[in-house]
């Protein structure tokens, strides 16, 4: 006997607009989606407040002041459709999406794993309801049945052959909208009249599909679902006779796990973004070590050596008496030539340094520097990911004229110094109880602050001065202020950095 | 005709015998000679393994690439700097020297840190340009980190900021895993007192530099009252040398593509005292 699960989502677009990954939308009840003026769904506040889907735009306006209006987008719907699809594999091997807003969920022979079919459905709309998802389900022998209750029964578990669709509204046999009407003014309020009605003139009317609706409603057509793939996962699980408990034991595993994992990626012509290896123990608990890659990596021997770095994370209790490898990201690779005498000599490939690295200090430890279009010194350099590609000729952005120091010193030191002009770079100056005294001087180079960030450095100014002491050792000195108008700093000198 | 050089062990010393410093003429070797080194040169691996790939990474002036054996700074190989005096905890003018080397040079470097005080905008300063330098931040990690990046084909060139002790035999471990990928191993010793005698024990690189700032002549030496200043000056020692003798040199420091230059007026003459 054949059972189906059909979920019915009746504020999907909105429900989407809501979900985490668009958090930056505005998407404040009431919110209406819109496509040509029209609006095409609106949510549980919009709708309270009497707005319906085909209502005009300007209207709604009217009747809600404020109210939050979003452009439609079907493909993004579908998508979100898709995803919920693959959670419900979840339940079942067989899964589909039934667009616009709807699943459907072939669940015959799978029930008894969730508890019953009506634990299976509370489950189902727990689930959908915790990640935002207003939804409605019914499981019924067609699905036929299961849409219709769904959306216009109330859902729930419907029995076999309990002739439940007489009763439904015509609605509920997913027919065009004009046939709908037009069967409305012929009189037919019900399916249960409508299947009682002589077939022939009204196929005659409205063409085949009314027939194949009512022969689906009745269960005598089978009504095929075509299911999603699952996501293919590529894996290798390898089991012990004895329960392994050394780490070179471990890495003779890994070795071969890698390897059966990398002929698998090679033919779906990926590479590994993400690898799990769990170790699961003699005592039923797992372990599980996890590393990353900067990107898609086939490669056996740098991935084995990754995850052997981190087997020391391993506690193996017991004993493992088995080890699973996951690839739980990949992406695409495709092979390419690397050595030939017509092509140039390859870039050096520097990922897998980047990817150890990362796996062992971790990612914001790894990091190139690019350059900010900033005069503060502080704020002319960014750090940027390692393996992200730094345009060349970044120096444009900092001065070329005026020398920088190799070291900055951060936050800057005050220093006691002593000038006899306010243009004139100081005579002396005192730095850890150190007196310098300065044979020679560059500067100043003024920096204004960057009065577009914050109010207080509307005026704010720091004169800086290249410096060199008795004993040729040269600094980078700033006074706080222009050196008269202490509006623009309180003129106290500071060093920032050394050549 | 010279007299023989005296290396100074002292840096309060190394004003004094600045003059008697200078650079003796080359003298060429006898065949004899020439044959031993090239026996203790394979002895040493000297030799590349690869006969295409440059063997080192020469200074560009004479006087420097004659002291060292190899006509450069040796790739494949790790090399100890420092800064002299104060600037032993910052080490600016040994991240400079070694920004120079490796402006002179192609390729990706990785550059490990143990606290984040480095500029870039100085470093691109004397040629070597951000987008080539790699920066890992790695605390206590800081050797281990370097000899994973040594045992990393792809690099250019590794280097280290170390402040500690190092000792001979993970000295020698760098060097082993130098010697074995190709890639020049630079590391920049650093510590928070002046005269750290930690920096003068032995280890296993190859070269071993001291930098030391020495006053610059003023900007214009023609109007020397004029406000400015010159290219800098460095006293450039080179306190061991596999394979050579110790050295000093007087040099101006880095330009922007990372070139030294010899200071010729006391290359050739002893210098007044200051």
């Known amino acids: 006997m054949r059972r189906v699960v059909s979920v019915w989502f009746p504020t999907l677009p909105t429900d989407r607009l809501r979900q985490p990954e668009n958090a930056n939308t505005a998407a404040s009840p009431p919110l209406v989606i819109v496509a040509a003026r029209l609006l095409t769904a609106v949510d549980a506040a919009a709708a309270a407040l009497g707005l319906r889907p085909g209502m005009n735009l300007a209207q709604a306006q009217a009747l809600v002041p404020g109210l939050a209006v979003q452009g439609a987008n079907p493909p993004a719907d579908a998508a979100a459709l898709a995803r919920l699809a693959e959670m419900g594999l979840h339940y079942a091997p067989l899964a589909a999406p039934d667009p616009p807003d709807g699943l459907w969920i072939d669940v015959t022979g799978s029930t008894h794993l969730h508890g019953g079919e009506t634990r299976l459905l509370r489950d189902l709309l727990r689930r959908l309801r915790a990640q935002g998802w207003a939804a409605h389900a019914a499981v019924a022998d067609t699905p036929a049945v299961a849409h219709a209750m769904a959306r216009f029964g109330g859902g729930g578990v419907v029995l076999p052959d309990a002739g439940v669709m007489a009763g439904l509204p015509i609605e509920a046999l997913r027919l065009p909208p004009e046939t709908l009407a037009d069967l409305r003014l012929m009189g037919f309020e019900r399916v249960g009249p409508l299947a009682a009605a002589a077939l022939a003139p009204l196929v005659r009317r409205f063409g085949p599909l009314l027939a194949r609706r009512l022969d689906q409603a009745a269960g005598t057509l089978f009504e095929p679902i075509t299911p999603i793939v699952p996501p293919a996962l590529i894996q290798a699980r390898l089991a ?152 060349p000729n970044v120096t444009a952005a900092w001065p070329a004229d005026w020398p920088r120091p190799v070291r900055l010193i951060d936050p800057p030191q005050p220093i006691e110094a002593m000038a006899l002009l306010p243009d004139q770079p100081p005579v002396a100056f005192t730095w850890r109880r150190v007196r310098h005294l300065v044979r020679h001087a560059d500067g100043p180079e003024r920096i204004a602050g960057e009065w577009w960030k914050r109010d207080r450095e509307w005026l704010s100014v720091r004169d800086y001065f290249r410096v060199e002491d008795e004993a040729g050792r040269r600094f980078w000195l700033f006074r706080r202020g222009d050196g008269s108008d202490t509006d623009t700093g309180d003129m106290r000198w500071f060093l920032h950095g050394v050549f | 005709m010279f007299a023989p050089l005296i290396i100074p062990d002292k840096p309060a010393s190394r004003a004094a015998v600045q003059g008697s410093l200078t650079a003796p003429a080359p003298r060429p070797p006898s065949p004899a000679i020439a044959r031993l080194r090239e026996r203790i040169a394979r002895i040493e691996h000297l030799h590349p393994r690869d006969p295409s790939r440059p063997l080192s990474l020469p200074f560009g002036i004479e006087a420097i690439d004659q002291a060292l054996p190899t006509g450069g700074i040796r790739l494949g190989a790790l090399h100890e700097t420092a800064s002299a005096g104060p600037d032993t905890e910052h080490a600016a003018a040994a991240t400079l020297f070694v920004a120079g080397i490796l402006a002179r040079r192609d390729g990706p470097v990785l550059w490990v840190l143990r606290q984040a005080d480095l500029f870039a905008p100085g470093l691109a300063g004397a040629g070597l340009q951000p987008d080539r330098v790699i920066f890992a931040e790695a605390g206590k990690q800081v050797l281990p980190v370097m000899e994973e990046g040594l045992r990393q084909s792809g690099l250019a060139a590794v280097v280290a900021e170390y402040t500690g002790k190092l000792s001979l035999l993970a000295s020698r471990r760098l060097q082993l895993a130098a010697e074995q990928s190709g890639i020049l191993a630079l590391l920049i010793r650093r510590s928070p007192g002046f005269d750290d005698p930690a920096l003068n024990e032995p280890t296993a690189a190859i070269t071993r ?57 006391i290359a050739d003459r002893s210098v007044k005292a200051a």
């Open chain 2, 209 to 265: 530099w001291r930098i030391a700032a020495l006053p610059s002549p003023p900007a214009l030496p023609q109007a020397p009252d004029t406000p400015g200043l010159g290219r800098a000056r460095w006293q450039l020692e080179l306190t061991r040398c596999r394979g050579g003798e110790p050295r000093s040199w007087n040099v101006e420091a880095c330009d922007a593509t990372g070139r030294l230059g010899l200071v010729p007026d």
């Open chain 1, 240 to 391: 012990f006779m004895e329960p392994l408990l050394t780490a070179e034991a471990f890495s003779a595993v890994i070795v071969q796990l890698v390897d059966s994992v990398r002929g698998d990626l090679e033919r779906a012509e990926r590479g590994a973004r993400r690898l799990d290896l769990l170790f699961e123990r003699v005592d039923r608990s797992v372990q599980a070590i996890r590393v990353g890659t900067a990107r898609p990596v086939r490669d056996a021997h740098h991935l084995g050596r990754m995850l052997d770095e981190r087997l020391e994370r391993v506690d193996p209790g017991l004993g493992v008496e088995a080890m699973h490898l996951i690839v739980a990201a990949a992406d695409p690779l495709a092979f390419v030539q690397t050595a030939s005498s017509l092509v140039a000599e390859p870039s050096p490939d520097i990922a897998k340094l980047v990817d150890r690295l990362t796996n062992r200090l971790g990612e914001a430890q790894i990091y190139r520097i690019a350059p900010v279009q900033s005069d503060v010194p502080e704020r002319s350099l960014r750090r940027v990911p390692a393996l992200s590609p730094v345009a």
